[in-house]
T-cell receptor, first 118, second 110 residues
Framework: GAVVSQHPSRVICKSGTSVKIECRSL??????MFWYRQFPKKSLMLMAT?????????EQGVEKDKFLINHASLTLSTLTVTSAHPEDSSFYIC??????????????FGPGTRLTVL | GEDVEQSLFLSVREGDSSVINCTYT??????LYWYKQEPGAGLQLLTY?????DMKQDQRLTVLLNKKDKHLSLRIADTQTGDSAIYFC??????????FGTGTLLAVQP
């Protein structure tokens, strides 16, 4: 099956610093990638949709200047949390859509990145 | 609204059947999905059902859809300890955009 990786898997940073999270599709080209945020014991919340070569589309309530998304190639999307604060601490998950093999465009999910802001 | 609700926790004994329920709110959803999330791993698509179907069976998994009541369920037959995970239902409101349920933690007792 298609594999999506995320790096780092875990990061701890000081308040006010910026953190970059990478999402890579390892064995397929992903024209669309998604970024989700998951709070403890809560569901995944879609933050933004990222298309290669164009600006990301952010969901309502998500600050685009706070969460910078870059989808520079068909295999890499990055999420940068700028000037991180403790309330940004969360589990960030990306997913990617590759070649459709079924009626639905299956999203392949990365393993997630645990961000802790001190 | 876009709230997709699930019960938080389900505990079953190994070998029994598990039924995880989901209530969604948008009747225009085209597809409905079940995902599995194991600790430290990404979400894995288990199965999906098209909105004009009312049942789909895939090996140990059976999905039932009651579109009138906007109710979706996942039945796992002969539940194994390896089935212990968090299960999410999800619906598509627009092309490729997934709205996830609140998740159900399934604990399988040996």
């Amino acid at each position: 099956g298609a594999v999506v990786s995320q790096h780092p898997s875990r990061v701890i940073c000081k308040s006010g610093t910026s953190v970059k999270i990478e999402c890579r599709s390892l064995d397929f080209q992903a024209t669309t990638m998604f970024w989700y945020r998951q709070f403890p014991k809560k569901s995944l919340m879609l933050m933004a949709t990222s298309n290669e070569g164009s600006k990301a589309t952010y969901e309502q309530g998500v600050e685009k200047d706070k969460f910078l998304i870059n989808h520079a190639s068909l295999t890499l999307s990055t999420l940068t949390v700028t000037s991180a604060h403790p309330e940004d601490s969360s589990f960030y998950i990306c997913s990617a859509i590759g070649t459709s093999r079924r009626p639905v465009d299956e999203q392949f999910f990365g393993p997630g990145t645990r961000l802790t802001v001190l | 609204g876009e709230d997709v609700e699930q019960s938080l926790f389900l505990s079953v004994r190994e070998g029994d059947s598990s039924v995880i329920n989901c209530t969604y709110t948008d009747s225009s959803s085209t597809y409905l999905y079940w995902y599995k999330q194991e600790p430290g791993a990404g979400l894995q698509l288990l199965t999906y059902i098209f909105s004009n179907m009312d049942m789909k069976q895939d090996q140990r998994l059976t999905v039932l859809l009651n579109k009138k009541d906007k109710h979706l369920s996942l039945r796992i037959a002969d539940t194994q300890t390896g089935d212990s995970a968090i299960y999410f239902c999800a619906e598509t409101l627009a092309t490729n955009k997934l709205i996830f349920g609140t998740g159900t933690l399934l604990a399988v007792q040996p």
